[in-house]
């Protein structure tokens, strides 16, 4: 059996507790892995290591010597990309297509991207008057904020705690990393990585563990983590900033949603229905930025509804290894317990069943894993419960509408507001519109195409702060004014 440890001050180390925990498949339920419980003790030695590392090599080295270690992260998650893939997909049970076009794939490219941006990222300067003559030239720099607490979910496991950790190291800080109970297995195998490209002792230390009363809760409370960067729940989010609050240490956060689709009649069908399934059902729903609630316009509801069921029936469920497969398990039976709740509750409040509602006929080698039907729903009302809250599961509920501004006001209507897409050919319409809703991401006529250089983040409850580009460095640097009187 495998056996994942924390990675403090570049050793894999494991708790002086003795305490673990299983890593289970979530395609069969079968334990993949045994991993390591941090305690107060591991968190602090890991946070201390990254705190003596901010005075080490890394903190001296140029912008230049940094990218290029980091140039060499990318290359080598690239060179081990079938051992990523494979644990990814273990740790997920997703398909091995979708991890190797999206997760591994980005993986690489969070380390790139931040590397060369902050190579030729320039910073501000203002000459200024003054009462003398003389005048005086202000000008800014950039200073790492130190370490970060980095605590990532389980949903786009590689990607998203890449995605954090990319830029915090371009940006000269070091991490203290708590992946996700769900999926240890990427997290832990980037610290082979860096330590083979050189990334000094110390700067990406890993910490495994849950989150209350464990490693999250220990981590985000340590009052030596400058700053903490968190993707997953609303609630979690109100924790963490708790936790935060001491020490008055600054959080980005990337949270739930409840995110809605818009289509309107004049919209070309079949895009809206191949990139209406993607954001229904790729991953199993179980991406942030995914759609729940669709709205579509009456002339076309019907035909709609009809398409997006047939695709639905159309994804081939399996598991990984299942080249056919376009449609796996979801993360755990405790994950499929909840979406199964919201079946049952979308039943129980009225809603028309159009497709889906429950549990596959799988074959006895994966009756243990975690999978469900996708599911769609019509005819709930707008406060129903599946249509206010995240469920995080391969499911939809589509309501028609017959004016634009209703069709606004029903996707504004929540309290989240993270992404949105659009279907129109009308391109008055598409920004008219897009520029109404509240949202931190609006997609016209595509979903999930991402130019890494963007802002990227929620509104509302979804989230605190962007990441992407230039507004990565807000949040992983101090901005430093100096002001030098001529
Ligand atoms: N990307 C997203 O937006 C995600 C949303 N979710 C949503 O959250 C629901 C619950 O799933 P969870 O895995 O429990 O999500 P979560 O948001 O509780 O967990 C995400 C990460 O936060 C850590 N964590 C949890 N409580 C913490 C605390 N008090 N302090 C510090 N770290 C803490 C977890 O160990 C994990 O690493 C899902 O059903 C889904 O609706 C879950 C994962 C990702
Ligand atoms: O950064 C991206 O491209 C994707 C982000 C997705 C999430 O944050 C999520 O699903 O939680």
């Given at each position: ?150 605590i990532?979910p389980?949903n786009l496991?590689?990607?998203l705690?890449?995605w ?65 960067t968190f993707t997953g729940e609303t609630r979690t989010g109100e924790a963490i900033m ?9 959080v980005s956060f990337e949270l739930g949603g409840k995110n809605a689709g ?17 954001s ?5 729903g179980q991406v942030c930025l995914g759609t729940e609630r ?93 249509v206010t809250e995240e469920i995080f ?18 996707a504004n209507s929540l309290p989240y507001g993270l992404a949105a897409t ?12 897009a520029?109404?809703l509240e949202a931190g991401i609006v997609w016209?006529?595509?979903w999930f195409?991402r130019?890494?250089?963007t802002a990227f983040g929620g509104s509302k409850q979804s989230g605190i702060g962007r990441e992407g580009?230039?507004h990565?460095?807000?949040f ?11």
């Amino acid at each position: 059996m495998k056996e994942i440890k924390h990675l403090i001050n570049g050793a894999f180390v494991g708790s002086a507790s003795g305490r673990t925990f299983e890593d289970v498949n979530p395609a069969n339920g079968q334990v993949i892995a045994r991993v390591h419980e941090a305690g107060r003790a591991e968190v602090d030695a890991a946070v201390q290591a990254a705190r003596a590392a901010l005075k080490g090599p890394w903190g001296k080295m140029s912008v230049s010597e940094r990218a290029e270690i980091l140039h060499r992260v990318a290359d080598g998650i690239t060179a081990r990309f079938d051992e990523f893939l494979e644990a990814e997909c273990l740790d997920t049970g997703k398909p091995k297509s979708l991890a190797s076009h999206i997760d591994i794939p980005r993986g690489a490219a969070n380390f790139k991207v931040f590397a060369d941006l902050l190579k030729n990222v320039a910073t501000e300067a203002f000459e200024m008057a003054t009462p003398d003559g003389s005048g005086a030239i202000n000008y800014a720099v950039r200073r790492p904020k130190g370490v970060i607490g980095v605590i990532s979910p389980w949903n786009l496991p590689l990607l998203l705690m890449t995605w954090k950790v990319g830029p915090a190291l371009a940006c000269g800080n070091t991490v203290v990393v708590k992946p996700s109970e769900e999926t240890p297995l990427t997290t832990a195998l980037l610290g082979e990585v860096m330590q083979a490209a050189g990334v000094p002792a110390g700067v990406y230390n890993v910490v495994h563990g849950f989150g209350p009363d464990s490693a999250g809760a220990f981590l985000t409370e340590h009052p030596d983590v400058n700053a903490i960067t968190f993707t997953g729940e609303t609630r979690t989010g109100e924790a963490i900033m708790r936790a935060a609050a001491k020490g008055v240490r600054p959080v980005s956060f990337e949270l739930g949603g409840k995110n809605a689709g818009i289509v309107f009649a004049d919209c070309d069908l079949d895009k809206a229905i191949e990139g209406s399934m993607r954001s229904v059902f790729a991953n199993g729903g179980q991406v942030c930025l995914g759609t729940e609630r669709l709205y579509v316009e009456r002339p076309i509801f019907d035909e709609f509804v009809a398409r997006l069921k047939a695709g639905a029936e159309s994804l081939v469920i399996g598991t990984p290894d299942d080249p056919q497969a376009n449609f796996g398990p979801l993360i755990s039976l405790q994950h499929r317990e909840k979406v199964l709740s919201y079946y049952q509750k979308a039943v129980d409040e009225g809603a028309t069943v159009v497709t889906g509602g429950g549990v596959p006929e799988m074959p006895a080698e994966l009756a243990g894993g975690a999978w469900v039907q996708p599911t769609i729903w019509t005819g709930l009302a707008d406060g129903a419960a599946v249509v206010t809250e995240e469920i995080f599961g391969p499911c939809c509920h589509i309501r028609p509408f017959d004016r634009e501004e209703e069709a606004v006001e029903l996707a504004n209507s929540l309290p989240y507001g993270l992404a949105a897409t659009i279907w129109t050919e009308n391109t008055s319409r598409a920004h008219r519109v897009a520029g109404q809703l509240e949202a931190g991401i609006v997609w016209v006529n595509s979903w999930f195409l991402r130019d890494l250089r963007t802002a990227f983040g929620g509104s509302k409850q979804s989230g605190i702060g962007r990441e992407g580009g230039v507004h990565s460095l807000e949040f992983y640097t101090e901005l430093k004014n100096i002001c030098v009187k001529l």
